[in-house]
């Protein structure tokens, strides 16, 4: 099994950034899916453990819901990894990837993929040099200011300053 390659997930988040012009927090994760030819659907699922799921041939993403909008935008940035940085194993075994089943985000994963597209989610929605601007605030109003959970605020700031918020 390969290790995650975070510093190509790193380069990638870097270069949608750029590409999208994000400047100021919120990310409008919605918005960039879309710039990269995807549709997201609400949609309610039948397992309360699915957060969401990418179709490749539809290019569609389908987010739960019932989820609150930090989650759904989470979702939106994972699957949205998994299009941009794993399009070959996507077409290998598209429903090996296509399911975003509920894990908590810091949780250890044997699978590199799934490891890099969470990493690219938190890196997308709260990137460094924004982040950098708010390190000092309460981890629940950086969470605001970002419109993500506060987990992964918590996530972004042990990555980037080795630290819980």
Request: proline content about 7%.
């Amino acid at each position: 099994m390969n290790p995650p390659d975070y510093k190509r997930v790193l380069q990638r988040v870097e270069q949608i950034l750029g590409e999208n012009y994000v400047i100021s927090p919120p990310v409008k994760i919605e918005d960039i899916a879309a710039n990269y030819g995807l549709t997201i659907v609400e949609a309610d699922f039948e397992r309360n453990d699915v957060a969401g799921l990418i179709d490749p041939a539809e290019k569609k993403i389908y987010v739960n819901k019932n989820d609150s909008d930090t989650r759904q935008a989470f979702t939106i940035a994972h699957e949205l990894g998994h299009w941009l940085l794993h399009q070959d194993q996507l077409s290998k075994d598209p429903t090996k990837y296509a399911v975003l089943y509920r894990k908590p985000l810091g949780q250890p994963s044997e699978d590199h993929i799934e490891t890099e597209a969470n990493f690219f989610a938190a890196n997308l929605l709260v990137p460094r040099n924004l982040l950098e601007k708010y390190k000092g605030e309460n981890p629940n109003t950086i969470a605001k200011i970002f419109g993500v959970s506060p987990e992964v605020v918590g996530y972004r700031m042990r990555n980037e300053y080795g630290k819980r918020s």
